[in-house]
């Protein structure tokens, strides 16, 4: 049997596993599923529809898998998933989906501190850290390994690359390119050599990130002549995977300002320049 609290309040129809522990005045509704060796503290909230994976530590007052705060959402069934080995700590909230049979996810050993916000409709990718009190608008895409530090806030449909690292009190209303480190209002300082090298990453990637931050934040090219540019020259995996995220489509354009370019620009969607 689950280790649970006389204290908890554990809908019948709630899965969990039996290696799993529920601490006093949580509350877990119908449709949860837990999985094993995970941790609920107490007074946490697990509302319906939400799967948390095996290892997990869910912090005291915790809100996993409530209705989104959105106007358009009228009562349709959506869900909130959560995987293996994720930490979510004190007072984060993650809400489920809007549209029906849609999803929130937030992928395997995630760490989301202390205050942070999951909007309706978000994936999270797998090892991604959102410093305290991180807010995350509605269809935020993070990509693996990333990194938002402290009260950081990504406007809704933006994407965030893979080991892309985003800067304290940052203001994302733009894609931020993988590996590429953003602070400010979406200023471009560099590439993140750090979490490069804590990847692992050969001194040859390392050269083409930094090739591409070159290309697309210091040199006056337009994003389609930039892209070109840069198809001849990125081989590497990092390099394929910024050609990939440039070559995806974005609801909110990219962020391409860098406080050493000669022209401080944003590029639209379509590859114009923002006004």
């Known amino acids: ?10 809908d019948a129809a709630a899965e969990i596993a039996p290696t799993a522990c529920v601490g006093a005045y949580s509350v877990i509704e119908s449709g949860v599923r837990i999985g094993p060796h995970t941790i609920i503290a107490p007074m946490c909230h697990i509302l319906q529809h939400t799967t948390i994976g095996a290892q997990c530590r869910i912090h005291t007052g915790a809100v996993i898998g409530d209705v989104p705060q959105d106007r358009a959402y009228t009562g349709e069934l959506s869900s ?13 909230t993650i809400h489920r989906g809007t549209a029906p049979g849609s999803t929130t996810r937030v992928g395997q050993r995630c760490l989301l501190m202390v205050g942070c916000h999951v909007g309706h409709n978000c994936t999270v990718e797998d090892d991604v850290t959102l410093v305290n009190g991180t807010l995350l608008g509605g269809h935020v895409h993070i990509g693996a390994r990333a990194i938002l530090s402290g009260h950081v806030a990504v406007h809704q449909f933006v994407r965030i690359g893979e080991g892309a690292m985003v800067g304290v009190l940052a203001r994302i209303t733009r894609d931020v390119l993988p590996f590429f480190t953003v602070t400010g209002s979406g200023i471009n300082i560099g590439i993140n050599r750090i979490g490069l090298r804590r990847m692992g990453t050969a001194g040859n990637d390392i050269d083409e990130a930094h090739q591409a931050f070159r290309v697309l934040c210091r040199e006056s090219h337009s994003l389609p002549v930039a892209r070109e540019i840069l198809k001849g020259e990125l081989t590497s995996r990092i390099g394929r995977s910024i050609l990939a995220f440039l070559d995806a489509d974005s609801r909110r354009g990219i962020h391409l300002r860098s406080c050493q370019s000669r022209r401080l620009v944003d590029r639209n969607p379509d590859g114009t320049i923002q006004q």
């Open 1 to 10: 049997m689950p280790l649970i609290h006389p204290s908890a309040v554990i």
């Open 80 to 92: 909130c998933e959560i995987g293996d080995g994720t930490v979510v700590r004190e007072h984060v």
